[in-house]
């Protein structure tokens, strides 16, 4: 069956089946590679993306859902050359270990800060749930905090 899909700002239709996880399609079928499969059920995070701004897991998201929505991967998060400013402080931090499980997060924390630009600690606790197995929670919510202190003229 064929599915269009909006990608980053840019039309792509493919011929997949409607059901097909909207994260194998990104990785596949459109070489998008940096949401990571992490565990296949929708509970770590890995593979968050934002669907009309909104964050999703995407393994769990069939593809054919994602029709008429704007899907936009950590790859198209960035304006350009020019890193969108959670990539920035995750840089700045040094949030990352290892780093599988940071692509998805960043997309977690992007979509907060578009939705609550000076979240709390329990906001972040409740919205946050993506899973980092190198326990660098400290660091994200120190990045967090950081971002929720810069001008609020600043983009999300």
Not at 79 to 96: F, K, N, S, T, Y
Not at 98 to 126: E, N, R
């Amino acid at each position: 069956m064929s599915i269009t899909l909006t990608v980053n700002g840019r039309p792509a239709t493919l011929d997949v089946d409607p059901q097909t996880p909207l994260l194998w399609v990104l990785r596949e079928n459109l070489g998008l590679t940096g949401s990571k499969f992490g565990c296949g059920i929708g509970a770590c995070g890995a593979c968050t993306v934002h669907l009309d701004g909104q964050p999703a897991r995407s393994c769990s998201v069939p593809v054919g859902a994602a029709q008429g929505v704007k899907v936009t991967t950590i790859e198209g998060l960035a304006a350009g050359e020019e890193l969108h400013r959670v990539q920035a402080a995750w840089i700045a931090d040094q949030v990352p270990q290892c780093g599988y499980c940071q692509s998805g997060m960043i997309m977690a924390v992007s979509a907060l800060l578009a939705a609550k630009p000076k979240p709390t600690d329990a906001d972040i606790d409740a919205t946050i749930t993506n899973i980092c197995r190198c326990g660098t929670y400290p660091r994200i919510r120190k990045a967090i905090h950081a971002l929720a202190a810069q001008d609020l003229g600043a983009k999300s």
